[in-house]
């Protein structure tokens, strides 16, 4: 069945590091989403990708939609104790049900 | 506008018992859909309403059900209370033909 994978699952960084997670799905999505989730929070829509290829940026944040359009990443530079959550990928397969990647969970040490 | 709002925000109940959790969408949305998220399963899609009808499901057991309202308010219902179902039950609501979910602050539910 449909699998959108991220790693890594865990990360710390000491305050000032880079950051990158990969959302990995087994087939080939419309388009994809990122989210945030802040400890003891819901998840907050962050950013859509549509197009094979397509890199957005949002401040310190670049994400990037894979040529096949299987693959995205979220890359944080320069990581601030407010970067800390879960974030996930998430997009829609057949019948417009959503996937949800398993999540990079961030901690920023200051 | 408001956000999506939901009902109760915490709730303990006992095995075998039932609960009913209430979602209101954002004003003007349509779709609502619930997830189940755990520490181990991460966020597990329950189900999608449309219009007030059923349009995704996910794999989950017949014991989770739902319904959507013409005001497009949803309840999700779950029967027979298991202890693994203990868990944030989060729903989101969504334009149509739009894919950005708005994401309500969730129900943890706490199954003894």
């Known amino acids: 069945g449909q699998q959108v994978m991220q790693i890594p699952q865990y990360q710390h960084v000491q305050e000032g590091e880079d950051f990158t997670t990969y959302c990995n799905s087994s087939?080939?999505?419309?388009?994809i989403q990122w989210y945030k989730q802040r400890p003891g929070g819901h998840p907050v829509f962050l950013i859509q990708l549509v197009k094979s290829g397509e890199v957005k940026k949002q401040k310190r944040l670049t994400f990037q939609f894979g040529e096949a359009k299987k693959n995205s990443s979220l890359h944080i530079t320069a990581t601030q104790t407010t970067d800390v959550g879960t974030y996930f990928c998430a997009g829609p397969v057949a019948g417009n049900q959503f996937y949800f990647g398993t999540g990079t969970s961030l901690t920023v040490i200051p | 506008k408001a956000g999506v709002t939901q009902t109760p925000r915490y709730l303990i109940k006992t095995r075998g018992q039932q609960v009913t959790l209430s979602c209101s969408p954002i004003?003007?949305?349509?779709?609502v859909s619930w997830y189940q998220q755990t520490p181990g399963q991460g966020l597990q899609f329950l189900f999608e309403?449309?219009?007030?009808?059923?349009?995704n499901k996910g794999n989950f057991p017949g014991r989770f059900s739902g319904r959507q309202f013409s005001n497009s308010r949803s309840e999700m219902n779950v029967s027979t209370l298991e202890l693994g179902d203990s868990a944030l039950y989060l729903c989101a609501s969504r334009q149509f033909l739009t894919d950005t979910q708005y994401f309500g602050p969730g129900t943890r539910l706490t199954v003894l």
């Open positions: 087939t080939t999505l419309s388009n």
């Open positions: 309403y449309f219009s007030e009808t059923q349009r």
């Open positions: 004003s003007g949305h349509r779709s």
